[in-house]
């Protein structure tokens, strides 16, 4: 074949929300490059085949206990086996945990090129372009990929997700001779994170604070703004780390999504990784002295301006309001 | 245990305002802090954490110019024993997965039980050399690991998912693993540690050691070659609120009011 192939990211039983924006851009992609679309499942069932069938010309299935549950080693050995047969011209996977463990190995395999991040393809004479994100989103990337394929790995909430169509045609295929060999890793569990019972996805109204915030102490200014306005507090990936606030108060790909009526983002400076948690809030204002930081992109009102200056006389004006 | 750190120098880029410079194909330096990469950082700590619970060996490995020393130096302050510069003549603009190919060279010729990498860099955002490295290595990996225990000849790792989630898994070594920021507390070095560092020892290699052909590793042999770099278009961008602070924050008040929300 010629085109894509999409590999269907599940978990738990479910295919993943980001495998329909992944299909979405493989069919764009399918279309510049003039070839079909085709996702691969491994593992998972008939609903999942049944809920991918509708968003691609065709869909490989390899049913098998030991695709159940994602492990890269026996993922690669048949995305290597089928790339082979089926050539296709460019791999997408999700640019996640998933395909993070596998895309970069796949691609060592395969003797191809690998690109990450991806959020737009254009065809060229000299090859196919690739367009990414690069330095915590402050700036995008064009990157050529003079010899297919390529496995492309592609970023979470960029690409819309397509209504389905009429499901196209499901063949399945037997991955059993390519695990002769046992693999070196072994699946133990998923895991929970320890509860302390905060939920923010509950929250009308988030102040979220980012690496603007310097140090753990100028907490208590903004949690009193926060009081003020009846807010919950939530950070984006640094301020977690640093362990200043609580793993569950984190938005962002690797921690919630939220859609409060109001996201206040101070100090934050928009890296995709954050804006894919909170974009979807009726109301974002964000706060940062960097005019060009991301984050504007993803706001409906910005104000450039120190966050610790701003926040107290804010707290002061909303005092004056109740009172 | 014999542990090697790859690490990268890299600018500090959280509030500055990054530009691309005149080639077009890279970020004007001058104006920006450089540091040991995050993620890298947070993967140093773990070395050091399994160097204080059995008896192990930490190599930090880079591949840079000379200034890439001065991460070595960091690590070394903090309590690794030895550092390694691969020199990037040649190498400068590979990309991420010919990046790992240097470094696998290198591992090729030095054994070692662990390597350890961030997860990602905080200036390109590839998220490919620690698996890579494995893969060429024919060693197996785990990628955003946020914990790990050590055992007899295996390791125990959780990786990081989406949403909460943890992945527990074993793998034995020797293996790679790149390592998620925010699992531990990386330390800061002692003024002892930094006293030290000054003489511990540095070697530096460059592509001929590691019988690598610049034509193959560099970026003419790269299989993604970089065309330029750009500030993103801006689409559906903020209505922006000027005024000093005060009347900034009035004008954010009355949105507030606007949707019933103050």
């Known amino acids: 074949m010629s085109g894509v192939m999409v590999l269907v990211e599940h978990r738990q039983g479910a295919v993943r929300d980001v495998t329909f924006e992944v299909l979405a851009a493989g069919k764009g992609l399918a279309a510049e490059l003039g070839g079909g679309c085709e996702a691969v499942l491994l593992g998972g069932d008939e609903a999942m085949a049944g809920a991918v069938a509708g968003h691609a010309e065709r869909l490989v299935h390899a049913g098998h206990e030991l695709l159940a549950d994602f492990n890269y080693e026996n993922y690669q050995r048949v995305m290597k086996a089928l790339v082979e047969e089926r050539k296709p011209d460019v791999v997408l996977l999700p640019h996640t945990a998933f395909g993070n463990d596998l895309g970069p190995s796949l691609a060592v395999a395969l003797g191809c090129g690998l690109v990450s991040d991806a959020i737009g393809f254009s065809k060229t004479d000299d090859g196919l372009v690739v367009t990414r994100g690069m330095y915590a989103s402050k700036l995008n990337a064009d990157l050529l990929v003079p010899s297919l394929p390529a496995v492309v790995m592609v970023r979470q909430s960029q690409f819309k997700p397509a209504e389905p169509g009429t499901p196209g045609e499901v063949v399945q295929y037997d991955p059993s001779p390519l695990f002769e060999q046992p693999p070196a890793t072994k699946f133990i569990t998923l895991e929970e994170l320890p509860s302390t019972g905060i939920d923010i996805t509950k929250a009308d109204i988030i102040i979220g604070v980012g690496r603007g915030l310097k140090e753990e102490a100028n907490l208590a200014p903004v949690q009193e703004l926060a009081d003020s306005l009846g807010a919950v507090l939530a950070g984006s990936r640094p301020v977690i780390d640093a362990g200043w606030l609580e793993k569950e108060r984190q938005v962002g790909s690797s921690g919630k999504t939220v859609k409060p009526k109001l996201y206040i983002a101070l100090g934050i400076s928009g890296a995709f990784q954050h804006v894919a948690g909170m974009k979807g809030a009726d109301t974002i204002i964000a706060v940062n002295k960097d005019p060009h930081a991301p984050i504007f992109a993803a706001a409906h009102y910005g104000i450039v301006e120190d966050m610790h200056k701003l926040v107290p006389v804010l707290k002061a004006q909303l005092s004056e309001t109740a009172s | ?262």
Not at chain 2, 148 to 168: F, H, M, N, P, Q
Not at chain 2, 184 to 206: C, F, H, Q, V, W
Not at chain 2, 234 to 256: R, S, Y
């Open chain 2, 1 to 262: 245990m014999k542990i090697a750190v790859c690490v990268k120098r890299v600018p500090d880029i959280s509030e500055a305002d990054v530009q691309v410079d005149g080639s077009g194909r890279d970020v004007v330096k001058d104006r920006f802090q450089f540091t040991i990469n995050e993620a890298d950082n947070y993967a140093l700590e773990e070395a050091l954490l399994l160097k204080e619970s059995e008896d192990a060996e930490v190599v930090l490995v880079t591949v840079g110019p000379q200034e890439a020393s001065e991460v070595l130096r960091m690590g070394l302050a903090k309590g690794a024993a030895r550092g390694v510069r691969i020199d990037d003549t040649g190498l400068e603009k590979a990309d991420g997965l010919n990046l790992a190919a240097a470094l696998a060279a290198y591992f090729r010729k030095e054994e070692f039980d662990l390597v350890l990498t961030g997860c990602i860099a905080q200036d390109v955002e590839d998220s490919q050399v620690g698996p890579a490295v494995a893969e060429l290595l024919g060693w197996p990996h785990a990628a955003y690991v946020i914990a790990l225990e050590s055992g007899d000849s295996a390791l125990k790792v959780k990786r990081e998912l989406e949403g909460g989630l943890l992945e527990v898994k074993e793998l034995p070594r020797p293996c790679v693993l790149s390592v998620q920021t925010g699992g531990n507390t990386p330390r800061y070095a002692s003024i002892l540690g930094i006293k030290r560092a000054g003489s511990k020892p540095m070697d530096e290699l460059d592509a001929a050691a590691l019988e690598l052909n610049v034509e193959e590793a560099g970026e003419a042999g790269s299989k993604t070659r970089l065309l330029k770099l750009y500030v993103p278009e801006v689409t559906g961008a903020a209505e922006m609120i000027e005024g000093d602070a005060n009347e900034k924050a009035t004008k954010a008040v009355q949105i507030l009011k606007d949707r019933g929300l103050a």
